[in-house]
């Protein structure tokens, strides 16, 4: 049989490779693990029965009683902070960058002057410079918790947002706190009374030093179709037919921004609602409560472009209040879609664009 030269070649090559690893294995099995790992630690493998132990070899128990100095924390490395070369992707602005939904209990104030401590969800962010790698997100859970103790205002959270633009060298910032707000609410005949529970967002944002509050509302009502109710009445007036209209429950969700000095309270926001859409949904009903239920929707019947613009009225005429949006959702009971609008006053909410998962979240479980 003939043989090429190459083949030749290749397998003096491979009995060489053989030869080598050969030895390569006969010396890492009478090497220490730290001979080992100086010369690749990859020869390790080479040994597939052998233990692969951790080199250097490390501690396995807790140091409970370990306690670093300020010279060892100034020795430990913080990647965050490094330098703009370490940057990866684009060496761009970072307009937000922070953390979000971390809980702590926060006590507010009420308009009839009690306190009620609630369950808070709190998002801090900062803006970030094209040249600076990132920021240490705990700082702005420590600079917030300085201050978490103390009975909500605006004026807290602009202390927290100022240790926040201190420690972390930022320009802009902003804070946002979502909770559920309870208030007693009486049923419409029966007299009982239970808690409704409203979302709420408070802002706080600090861009280029001009500082703006917002507040972000959602209310929950019931919208009777009107043209819906106007065809089970002509079914029961021309036939004898009975029919009974669609209606659904439906959200509104008020966002606006705060203006003047005067204060406005959580409670002025949802009593201007309920005035112009009073078919808020029910906590305690009994039947005279369901039945008027049915007599106050047939008597404030609404489609969608109806709602925003009824939010709207009463928020025009309050000098508390500068600009505003009012996103409405009717989750419709006689189509599988819902009906939306959108209505923006002033420059703040206006957008081209919208989240596409906007109205989604509008979507109201109890």
């Excluded at 001979?35 to 597939?48: G, I, K, N, Q, S």
């Excluded at 807290?156 to 926040?164: K, P, Q, R």
């Excluded at 489609?303 to 925003?308: G, I, L, Q, S």
Aim: aromatic share 8%; hydrophobic share 40%.
């Amino acid at each position: 049989m003939n043989i090429h030269a190459s083949e030749l070649e290749k397998q003096r090559e491979r009995e060489a490779a053989e030869a080598a690893l050969a030895l390569l294995r006969e010396w890492a099995e009478n090497a220490s693990p730290e001979e080992v790992a100086d010369l690749d630690p990859t020869v390790a493998r080479l040994l597939p029965d052998a233990p692969l132990p951790n080199y250097p070899q490390m501690h396995r128990e807790y140091p409970e009683d370990f306690v670093p100095d300020d010279a060892y924390r100034a020795l430990m490395p913080d990647l965050q902070n490094g330098p703009s070369s370490l940057i990866k992707g684009a060496k761009q602005h970072l307009q937000h960058v922070g953390i979000s939904n971390f809980h702590l209990p926060i006590r507010f104030h009420t308009r009839d002057a009690g306190d009620l401590t609630l369950e808070t969800s709190v998002t801090g962010t900062v803006s970030l410079e094209a040249s600076k790698k990132g920021i240490n997100m705990s700082r702005i859970m420590r600079s917030f918790y300085k201050h978490a103790q103390k009975t909500f205002s605006f004026d807290v959270i602009s202390d927290a947002l100022d240790d926040y633009i201190a420690d972390l060298g930022s320009v802009d910032a902003r804070l946002m706190m979502k909770f559920r707000y309870p208030a007693e609410v009486k049923s419409l005949r029966s007299g009982l009374v239970g808690y409704q529970y409203y979302d709420i967002a408070l802002e706080l944002v600090d861009a280029g030093g001009v500082r703006r509050k917002f507040m972000h509302l959602d209310y929950v009502y019931s919208s009777t179709c009107p043209c819906s109710l106007e065809l089970s009445e002509h079914a029961r007036e021309t036939r004898g037919q009975l029919a009974t209209p669609h209606s659904q429950r439906s959200v509104a969700r008020i966002s606006l921004e705060y203006s003047g000095e005067d204060f406005l309270w959580f409670e002025d926001v949802i009593d201007m609602a309920r005035e112009m859409v009073p078919t808020e949904t029910q906590v305690m009903v009994k039947r005279e409560d369901e039945q008027a239920f049915a007599e106050l929707n047939a008597a404030n019947p609404i489609f969608v472009e109806d709602a925003a613009r009824l939010f709207c009225e009463p928020l025009l005429k309050d000098k508390r209040i500068g600009d505003f949006r009012i996103v409405a959702s009717h989750q419709e009971s006689l189509h599988s879609h819902d009906a939306v609008s959108i209505l923006t006053e002033g420059p703040t909410f206006a957008s081209d664009s919208i989240d596409p998962k906007l109205f989604s979240t509008l979507f109201h479980v109890g």
